[in-house]
């Protein structure tokens, strides 16, 4: 039903909306800026060369075969891999037990302590710290517990979104992987892999995947709103949290362009079509003919919640950089995107993007495997290696 009413909107959306912009081009330009990656922790590219060396392979069949049959999988998959990676569980540990289940206790208190000696903790006295040590862990794969109240990643609201052809992908190249390497490759790992497949397969970039992620043993709906940024969030809110997680400006710019394929609900941008920051008025910052498109899909009240608009209204299918191109003509779908554009911190960024396709594409690889680098463990103190993803051992 998703996959129906969502590719006819889209597709439809697309028809029309392609025709009226015949004529909108983008340039191509030859700006280059490096980007400095952050130090990775223990992952490589060579993690499986003696347990599972054709594990790249193994996932490509299975992204291959998913891309041809749902290629909805692809936009959604890549999505589920960003909202790994910045989720991370807050888990409150007593000092004794800290070091089974935060390996990052140690470290924290004694900066904690550092900065606040009153802190220290009395002996006898039960002491909690709050520990924050999950990332590209495979969390949100977690299905919840039969009959917990207590809610898993993938069933937190934000995440309600995510279709489910991206967990089918993931569950698919992991019997795969497991028939053929059993117990070795981490849901993690696989995740990463498929992420960047279908980047290639939309025509992307391809990039080398560093693996080595242990599986998340923590998975809670609670903690996934405060690390998620919002369709709404202003420039500030997306900087601070890109920056909480190690990521720069720039990084925000390059990863946005992820929204080069894939596709936006209407309620995450009816505001910008009614009642802009309550004026009762569309963005003035949306081009008039896309104004026109978005409010024939979505009516202010009683429309399909299952419709759909593509974040890149001219190349919707094609991993390139129009999307940049689109943000410089006032086509951005989200507030969150069109931003980047409107905003001189990183109207920049966008133009530089926006002028070089290869650019893009090298700063995107590079940016890719830093936020596959959040928050990963290594080890079986830490983390695990689920044999379905789905289900966590604890
Ligand atoms: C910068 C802050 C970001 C915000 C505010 C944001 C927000 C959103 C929203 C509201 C949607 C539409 C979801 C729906 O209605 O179903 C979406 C879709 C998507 N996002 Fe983002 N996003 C951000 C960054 C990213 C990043 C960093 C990536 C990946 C690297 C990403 C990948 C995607 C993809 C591929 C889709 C399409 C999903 C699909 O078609 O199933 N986003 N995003």
Known sequence: MYFFSTTVAAISFTFVFLLELATHSLANGTTNTTHRPRPQRQLSVDYYSKTCPQVDQLVASVTSQQFKEAPISGP?????????????PLVVVTIISYLATCPRAREMITTLIRHSPKLTPEPGKESGILCMNNGCDGSILISTKQGSKELAERDADDNKELAVEAFDSINKAKMLVESKCPGVVSCADILAIAARDFIHLAKGPYYQVKKGRWDGKISMATRVSPNLPRANSTLDDLIQLFKSKGLTLEDLVTLSGAHTIGFAHCKNFLARLYNYKNTMKPDPSIELRLLEALTMLCPRFGG?????????????????????????????????????????????????????????????AVAMDKMGSIGVKRGRRHGEKRIDCSMNEH
């Open 76 to 88: 959604a998959t890549i999505r589920l891999f960003f909202h790994d990676c910045f989720v991370e």
């Open 304 to 364: 399909n919640t299952d419709i759909v608009a593509p974040c890149d209204v001219t190349t919707p299918f094609l991993f390139d950089n129009a999307y940049y191109g689109n943000l410089e003509s006032q086509l951005g779908v989200l507030a969150s995107d069109q931003v980047l554009f409107l905003d001189p911190r990183t109207k920049p960024l966008v133009q530089a993007l926006a002028k070089d396709k290869e650019k893009f594409f090298q700063d995107f």
